[in-house]
């Protein structure tokens, strides 16, 4: 992924430059002090412009003040910051502090993911969403940008209504290309988040941002060192910061990227020279192996201490710009108060609500499920509370919200991006039991008067499922989304006594759940409703030795409740964060009883928790086991062990590493496990396991049976495509060594 997104990031300076600008000019202020006026301009660069931070430091510590400040791409980013009041040790904190991979991505926030949506993202490697609606930003680049742009609106809270750049904490510009003329474009006014976020757009990279009849992009395809605007903006001394590699020998010159990075300095270094000309004070900064993608903790903590070296360097040179400005000894610059890098956790006074791009319908079911009537205040909470509904009751497929500083408090601006048509899924999978298995998935939208979603569902190999779900999303109920689903499955299970094969069944299931209350958000999922289950079984082939076991045809209804938390920080390989559930479900053949008997209690729960010691190291202990309570147990609803996944190959499979394949247990059957995973690298993995068991016909005996116990020792990469791992375990129960491979996320 890192190489495409910086053979992407290369293209930008393949397409040629064109002649024609858009230019305009602004009077200068008045200074009060009536020295001459001070200009700081950034020039593009990515990653390596985070080393525009560490110059500032040394511009403020010098006592130079800042009248004029102006950038492009990476350098529009951090001099609009620095113009709202960021100054530079905040910014500093500020991109140090950030997810970068996340930013560049258009990954989705996990504040914002229920646990279904995160499952549903570890668990295909390919989605697309398909949107109805006009054209967006969002066409047209490998990343949307979506998470960036979200980013910049909190980041300009008070300052991203549309206003005139020059009345700024201090006047900024920044410099785009409008695609459809070849022409620069110069922002002096409009929203500012929109603005930079313009200026950065990398052709192919990220999706150009559409103004009227402009496609902006990267403002360093036509001027990445903005010295002249500037100069038109009244400002008296220049002091520029460029971050341009150093000039490459033909001995350089000796592999793809190598060269497309050479095309990259000389595209950008249109109207260069001319602009460094102007500038009294040139602070160039050799970025050496870092590259625009280089957004790594290591790259930036280094630029930004390259970029401070640098402009140490001209230290004399600042003070002798001094004496040139015209301050006297004394002087110093009202010094920049340190803004926040993200809104106010705490409650802010809201005095209205602007919907931007909804429907009548879509503000109405807001307004009625939020009471935003009555709404004065809100919270971060209470955002994203609104953009998730956006999303998922909504359909949109982004949704964004900023607050806009007015006169007696904030008005929020909820922003829909296109409504979604549906979005589609691809799974795919390898393992030496399973072999290759593939799985579809479609999110249909359904909106008519109420709104509803319909979720199919696909999957081939040698577990074979067909169904889907449809769920309501009623503007009266504000924590459950009523669902009714059915599905078919195909089983081909091998069944294991201590290791050895005992029978392989095939087995049809068809089932139909109707949950009245379906809750979920974040971290939260719970579930309540009715099942009804039918099973047809087929041919069994058993062995010699294998112990009598018998399946009957039959039908079962069952009431069922389910609690699922999830604040793990990663899905398969977690270093912070809880796992959590608990499960409770009464199963009849009758609605009341099983052959005239009580009902099946099925009580099960499992609990795991992360802890990091370190950087790379982690400590995972589980508690996890099932119960099962009743005269009468139907064998297809007993206890199976196996695996390390609940719920693989059958919904009542529990996991337990030491053994390779799945094999009955007793009714009762709790386990502990102990995980050690330490992180190689940046996405290599060893873990080590150990687990013991218990199980027993009787629960009053649970601690008296001889103990499971099971070790196993892992490698993994993590790669785009899922997992890609090896795992060898052992068990006293089958006093054999399993070996185990796969690729692929697991479904």
Not at 150 to 167: Q, R
Request: aromatic share 10%; with cysteine.
């Amino acid at each position: 992924m890192k190489k495409i997104i910086c053979l992407l990031l290369a293209s930008l300076t393949v397409m040629p430059l064109f002649s024609g600008e858009r230019k305009r000019s602004t009077e200068g202020r008045l200074l009060p002090e009536g020295r001459k006026k001070v200009a700081v301009v950034l020039s593009g660069g990515g990653a390596k412009g985070v080393a525009h931070i560490g110059a500032l430091k040394v511009i403020e510590k010098a006592g130079l003040p800042i009248d004029i400040i102006t950038g492009t791409s990476m350098g529009s980013l951090v001099g609009g910051l620095y113009a709202i009041g960021y100054n530079a040790q905040s910014l500093d904190s500020l991109v140090r502090g950030l997810d970068w991979n996340y930013l560049i991505s258009d990954r989705e926030n996990l504040n914002r993911q229920s646990i279904a949506d995160r499952r549903r993202h570890n668990t295909y490697i390919l989605s697309r969403g398909l949107t109805f609606g006009k054209r967006s930003s969002s066409d047209g680049g490998f990343i949307t940008g979506k998470n960036i742009e979200l980013l910049l609106e909190k980041l300009c809270t008070g300052y991203n209504d549309s206003l005139d750049f020059n009345t700024l904490p201090i006047p900024f510009a920044c410099v785009a290309t409008d695609l459809a003329s070849y022409a620069e474009v110069d922002f002096h006014s409009g929203h500012l988040p929109q603005a930079m976020r313009a200026s950065m757009s990398i052709p192919a990279v990220f999706s150009p941002v559409r103004i009227d009849s402009l496609v902006l992009v990267d403002g360093g395809m036509r001027n990445n060192f903005p010295t002249d605007i500037a100069k038109q903006m009244g400002a008296d001394i220049i002091i520029g910061v460029t971050v341009t590699d150093a000039s490459k020998t033909s001995a350089d010159l000796n592999g793809t990227l190598s060269i497309l990075a050479q095309i990259v300095d000389f595209n950008t270094k249109n109207k260069l020279e001319e602009n460094i000309a102007l500038t009294d004070l040139h602070i160039a900064v050799d970025p050496k192996s870092y590259t625009a993608a280089s957004f790594n903790a290591a790259a930036i903590d280094t630029l930004l201490r390259w970029g401070e070296e640098e402009a140490m360097r001209h230290w004399d040179d600042l003070l002798a710009l001094r004496q040139k400005i015209g301050l006297d000894e004394d002087f110093r610059p009202t010094p920049i108060s340190p803004r926040r890098s993200t809104v106010v956790t705490e409650k802010v006074r809201v005095s209205g609500i602007v919907f931007e791009n909804m429907t009548a319908q879509d503000e109405r079911f807001l307004k009625g499920k939020f009471h935003l009537d009555r709404l004065d205040s809100i919270d971060v909470k209470g955002e994203e509370q609104l953009i998730t509904s956006m999303r998922m009751d909504l359909f949109y497929q982004t949704a964004t919200s900023r607050l806009v500083e007015g006169a007696d408090g904030y008005q929020l601006v909820l922003t829909a991006g296109n409504r979604k048509f549906s979005q589609v899924n691809i799974g795919f999978r390898f393992d030496n039991e399973e072999i290759v298995a593939m799985q579809l998935n479609a999110n249909l939208p359904l909106k008519k008067t109420l709104y509803f979603s319909s979720d199919l569902t696909l999957r081939l190999g040698k577990r074979i499922l067909a169904g889907g779900e449809l769920m309501i999303h009623p503007p009266s109920l504000r924590f459950s989304r009523p669902v009714l689903s059915y599905y078919f499955r195909h089983h081909d299970i091998g069944v294991y006594y201590a290791g050895d094969r005992e029978y392989n069944i095939l087995y049809n299931q068809h089932q139909v759940n109707f949950d009245p209350l379906n809750f979920s958000f974040h971290n939260f999922d719970i579930r309540a409703g009715v099942r009804w289950d039918y099973f047809h079984f087929g041919d069994m082939l058993q062995s010699e030795s294998s112990r009598y076991v018998h399946f009957d045809n039959g039908h079962y209804v069952s009431y069922r409740a389910s609690l699922n938390f999830d604040s793990e920080d990663n899905w398969y390989f977690p270093t912070r964060g809880a796992r959590f559930k608990a499960a409770y479900a009464y199963i009849t053949d009758n609605f009341a009883s099983i052959d005239g008997k009580a009902g099946l209690s099925d009580v099960s729960a499992s609990w795991r928790q992360s802890f990091l010691i370190g950087e790379r190291f982690a400590l995972q202990p589980m508690l996890y086991g099932r119960m099962l309570f009743g005269a009468v147990l139907p064998q297809i609803f007993g206890n199976i062990v196996g695996g390390d996944t609940f719920g693989h190959y059958v919904e009542n499979q529990i996991p337990f590493i030491g053994l390779g394949n799945v094999e009955y247990a007793e009714r009762h059957f709790a386990a502990l496990q102990l995980q050690a995973q330490q992180r190689l690298g940046k996405s290599h993995y060893i873990l080590l396991r150990g687990a013991v068991a218990q199980h027993a016909s009787q629960l009053e005996n649970l601690l008296q049976e001889k103990s499971l116990l099971g070790v196993q020792a892992a490698y993994n990469y993590d790669t785009i495509f899922g997992p890609l791992g090896a795992s060898l375990c052992y068990s006293n129960r089958t006093k054999t060594p399993y070996f185990y491979i796969n690729l692929g996320y697991v479904f």
